[in-house]
């Protein structure tokens, strides 16, 4: 049995599957996948669609919550759709409070939840998902 590998080159990269087809994948690709069956491929394509967007869900809202905390005069725990949106946070938030010393008397801590969240995203985003023929399946 031949096992895949794959070749870097300056613009594309060449993965070379289980069976010796090779297939060009776009050069921002950091993990593939191999699937045997089409149908599991389309599977693992579709949840890789929705986990990104998820990701993406919870950044606009993580977004949402950094800027209302610059309004002094906004009660998060008065109950309400803010209260509700800092309980669905928090537990990503307190991941990253006091991760770092305050600057100016700010937490940098979420900005380091920001970057987490980007490369969250851009790990998922750079999964190539490929069948045995070398068909590509975006998500």
């Keep these: 049995m031949m096992e ?10 060449t993965h070379i599957l289980d069976n010796g087809i090779e297939v060009e ?11 045997a069956n089409p149908q599991v491929a389309i599977i693992a394509s579709a949840i890789k669609g929705r986990l990104l967007n998820i990701v ?12 209302l905390q610059f309004f002094g005069n906004i009660n998060p725990y008065d109950g309400g ?14 991941l990253f409070l006091g ?12 900005f380091i939840g920001f970057y987490a969240l980007d490369r969250i995203e851009a790990l998922i985003d750079n999964i190539a998902i490929v069948d045995l023929a070398g068909k590509i399946y975006a998500g």
């Design 99 to 110: 991760f770092m010393p305050r600057i100016y008397n700010m937490d940098i801590g979420l």
């Design 56 to 67: 993406r869900v919870f950044g606009f809202l993580y977004t949402v919550r950094f800027s």
């Design 4 to 13: 895949a590998s794959t070749l870097l080159t300056a613009t594309t990269i």
């Design 81 to 94: 759709p803010i209260e509700l949106l800092y309980d669905f946070t928090e537990p990503f938030t307190r």
């Design 25 to 35: 994948l776009p050069q921002k690709i950091s993990f593939v996948c191999e699937f």
